[in-house]
C-alpha cells in the first residue's frame, strides 16, 4: 500500500465535533483500545488530518501518527500505535520464511500463517474477513505488519493457500517512514 515514500501533503485541524466522532469510530472499530482512549486521543488534544497520495487520510496529534483510513475503508491504526499497545488489536503470526516478503510489500499468503512457525487463533477467537489484524513475525516481538483479511482465519485453516491480505502497512514502508515535523 505505502511501497514508495510519501511526498509531502496537505494537513490540516479537525473541528471538536469531527474529532469525537472520530474517537467513538475508532473505539467502535477497536474496543481494545477502550482503556488507553485517553492517552491516545485525549480530549483537549489537536487532532490533524494528513491528505495522502491513493486517497488515504492520515490522522495525528502534535505529529505523532495515530491511524490512517483508505477511502473506502476502516480506520486502521499505525504501526507506531499498534506498538504501544499490541494486545488491542487481533494478532496472527508469520512464519520466519515469510518474513522477507511482508517486509517487501508482497501480499500475505495463508502457507505463511499455517506452517510451522505461524500461528492463527483458535475457533472460538476467529477472526472474520474484513477484520483489521496485527501481523507478527516468528521469533520477533514487535507486529511487522497490519492490514484488512480477505479471508477468515477458519477458512485460512482449511484451504492453507492462497492471498489472505492484499496489502498493508509494514515497517519500513512510506507511511513509516513519513517525517512529519
Not at 499498534?82 to 503470526?93: L, R
Not at 489472505?164 to 502497512?169: A, K, P, S, T, W
Request: glycine share 10%; proline share 9%.
Amino acid at each position: 500500500m505505502f511501497k514508495k515514500d510519501i511526498p509531502p501533503s496537505n494537513r490540516s485541524k479537525v473541528k471538536s465535533s469531527v474529532q469525537r466522532g472520530l474517537r467513538q469510530k475508532l473505539l467502535d472499530t477497536y474496543p481494545g483500545y477502550e482503556p488507553f482512549i485517553e492517552e491516545i486521543m485525549p480530549k483537549k488534544a489537536s487532532l490533524e488530518v494528513v491528505k495522502l497520495p491513493d486517497r488515504v487520510t492520515l490522522y495525528t496529534i502534535d505529529t505523532t501518527p495515530l491511524f490512517f483510513q483508505p477511502m473506502d475503508g476502516p480506520p486502521i491504526p499505525h504501526l507506531r500505535l499498534v506498538h504501544q499497545y499490541p494486545s488491542a488489536i487481533p494478532t496472527v503470526q508469520i512464519d520466519r520464511g515469510a518474513i522477507r516478503f511482508v517486509l517487501s510489500g508482497a501480499a500475505l499468503m495463508a502457507p505463511g500463517l499455517t506452517s510451522p512457525g505461524g500461528r492463527l487463533p483458535d475457533a472460538e477467537h476467529a477472526i472474520e474477513a474484513g477484520q483489521v489484524v496485527a501481523v507478527k513475525a516468528e521469533g520477533k516481538e514487535e507486529v511487522c505488519l497490519i492490514g484488512v483479511l480477505k479471508v477468515g482465519t477458519e477458512e485460512i485453516k482449511s484451504k492453507g493457500k492462497g492471498v489472505v491480505m492484499d496489502e498493508g502497512h509494514y515497517l519500513g514502508d512510506g507511511l513509516w517512514r513519513l517525517q512529519l515535523d
